[in-house]
């Protein structure tokens, strides 16, 4: 790759390490950040999987794991999804990203951008007073009720081949960053604590090898000021890679190995996915999550028919983490995203003023030549402004 196109990457990927290093050496122990809700997985199809998804960012959750794959959108899409937790915790997210009507930053090709919507429930608690007659007062609160909105862009900037070592490698790459807002309340808080954060993202792929790199980070930002107490975001740096090739058919079958590091709180998880396509319909899934509390296997299934997508996971670990969650997702391929060109405007010429009469007395006076050079042509001279 020449060095043109590696001095760029290779200093934004050290600015990212360089911002790391300070949240990595104050880091506390696991579960120490505020908004723990925004480590869960918000996609089935990645959840199946157990989570290694940065390096596949294929569909509309790209926002959740790396902000770059949202490039990969050519037609609008959206989804919805429901994941019912321990106890009567709950969470929903809705999600929807398109292509935009102009060419990226890099000129390559359409840049899509996304927003989504996550709203997370942690049950409720229940509160008894005694009141000084006797009667007991019994009321529930809200334990716990987390926000997060979410504006992402994407877009290819790199597509070329490289010679590396006497393969010519097709090389694509993506880049993309979210803005995010968060608010969470505790206990019905009249003034709940809310702040601002990012996440940026890099996919780079072959695909004539089925090859792809991701990398994202999540989560930079400021924290949760509760009370006079000020709690971090679980900040997550993503590493991961993927390789997906055709089996016979309409099969395909796809493997994700993922490192996931918090770097707030010195904890990391290793995650592994598989993904069988059967016939462009059915997918099973199954993942292995390690290295964290929520360790163990994770499944799923999807049923595709037509632009309507329905996917399922569910952990198989210890009993607090298996939540299970479903969503249902659908692509307009029936929208054409046209590429917005602007129109020029024309300003019609005006009428020539005519000359005014000379007197009959006088003589015309002759041009000063009678005739043009032969061989020479007229000039035209109509003329229009553009502007």
Same mark, same amino acid.
């Given at each position: 790759?020449?060095?043109?196109?590696?001095?760029?990457?290779?200093?934004?990927?050290?600015?990212?390490?360089?911002?790391?290093?300070?949240?990595?050496?104050?880091?506390?122990?696991?579960?120490?950040?505020?908004?723990?809700?925004?480590?869960?997985?918000?996609? @089935?199809?990645?959840?199946?999987?157990?989570?290694?998804?940065?390096?596949?960012?294929?569909?509309?959750?790209?926002?959740?794991?790396?902000?770059?794959?949202?490039?990969?959108?050519?037609?609008?899409?959206?989804?919805?999804?429901?994941?019912?937790?321990?106890?009567?915790?709950?969470?929903?997210?809705?999600?929807?990203?398109?292509?935009?009507?102009?060419?990226?930053?890099?000129?390559?090709?359409?840049?899509?951008?996304?927003?989504?919507? /996550?709203?997370?429930?942690?049950?409720?608690?229940?509160?008894?007073?005694? /009141?000084?007659?006797?009667?007991?007062?019994?009321?529930?609160?809200?334990?716990?009720?987390?926000?997060?909105?979410?504006?992402?862009?994407?877009?290819?900037?790199?597509?070329?081949?490289?010679?590396?070592?006497?393969?010519?490698?097709?090389?694509?790459?993506?880049?993309?960053?979210?803005?995010?807002?968060?608010?969470?309340?505790?206990? $019905?808080?009249?003034? @709940?604590?809310?702040?601002?954060?990012?996440?940026?993202?890099?996919?780079? /792929?072959?695909?004539?090898?089925?090859?792809?790199?991701?990398?994202?980070?999540?989560?930079?930002?400021?924290?949760?000021?509760?009370?006079?107490?000020?709690?971090?975001?679980?900040?997550?740096?993503?590493?991961?890679?993927?390789?997906?090739?055709?089996?016979?058919?309409?099969?395909?079958?796809?493997?994700?190995? $993922?490192?996931?590091?918090?770097?707030?709180?010195?904890?990391?998880?290793?995650?592994?996915?598989? $993904?069988?396509?059967?016939?462009?319909?059915?997918?099973?899934?199954?993942?292995?999550?390690?290295?964290?509390?929520?360790?163990?296997?994770?499944?799923?299934?999807?049923?595709?028919?037509?632009?309507?997508?329905?996917?399922?996971? /569910?952990?198989?670990?210890?009993?607090?983490?298996?939540?299970?969650?479903?969503?249902?997702?659908?692509?307009?391929?029936?929208?054409?995203?046209?590429?917005?060109?602007?129109?020029?405007?024309?300003?019609?010429? $005006?009428?020539?003023?005519?000359?005014?009469?000379?007197?009959?007395?006088?003589?015309?006076?002759?041009?000063?030549?009678?005739?043009?050079?032969?061989?020479?042509?007229?000039?035209?001279?109509?003329?229009?402004?553009?502007?």
């Amino acid at each position: 790759m020449t060095d043109r196109l590696n001095a760029p990457l290779l200093r934004l990927v050290l600015a990212a390490l360089a911002a790391l290093l300070p949240a990595a050496a104050l880091a506390g122990g696991p579960g120490s950040t505020g908004m723990q809700v925004l480590k869960t997985d918000m996609s @089935p199809r990645a959840a199946g999987m157990g989570g290694a998804f940065a390096a596949v960012a294929d569909d509309i959750y790209s926002l959740d794991y790396n902000p770059a794959g949202l490039g990969q959108l050519y037609i609008p899409e959206a989804s919805a999804m429901h994941l019912a937790g321990f106890d009567d915790s709950s969470l929903q997210h809705f999600s929807f990203g398109m292509p935009l009507p102009f060419l990226g930053m890099a000129g390559l090709q359409k840049p899509a951008a996304g927003v989504s919507l /996550m709203m997370a429930s942690a049950g409720t608690l229940p509160y008894k007073l005694i /009141m000084p007659d006797g009667s007991v007062l019994s009321k529930s609160y809200d334990a716990q009720k987390d926000l997060a909105l979410t504006f992402g862009y994407g877009e290819k900037v790199y597509a070329g081949d490289v010679n590396l070592e006497g393969y010519n490698a097709r090389i694509e790459q993506y880049l993309g960053m979210n803005v995010k807002y968060i608010r969470s309340v505790l206990l $019905e808080d009249k003034q @709940p604590p809310s702040t601002f954060a990012v996440d940026a993202g890099w996919l780079v /792929m072959e695909p004539n090898l089925g090859l792809s790199f991701g990398a994202s980070l999540a989560n930079l930002g400021g924290g949760l000021k509760y009370g006079s107490e000020v709690t971090r975001l679980p900040t997550i740096a993503r590493l991961g890679l993927s390789y997906q090739r055709p089996t016979v058919m309409d099969q395909s079958l796809l493997l994700a190995a $993922e490192a996931d590091i918090y770097t707030a709180e010195a904890l990391k998880s290793l995650r592994f996915g598989l $993904e069988y396509h059967f016939e462009q319909v059915f997918n099973l899934r199954l993942g292995y999550r390690g290295g964290e509390d929520n360790r163990g296997f994770t499944t799923g299934i999807g049923v595709h028919y037509g632009d309507m997508a329905l996917d399922v996971a /569910m952990g198989l670990g210890s009993e607090v983490y298996n939540a299970s969650q479903v969503s249902f997702s659908y692509k307009f391929s029936g929208v054409t995203i046209k590429e917005y060109r602007r129109k020029m405007k024309f300003r019609e010429p $005006e009428a020539p003023k005519a000359a005014p009469a000379r007197k009959a007395s006088k003589p015309a006076r002759k041009p000063a030549r009678e005739a043009e050079p032969a061989g020479e042509k007229k000039k035209d001279s109509d003329f229009f402004w553009i502007y």
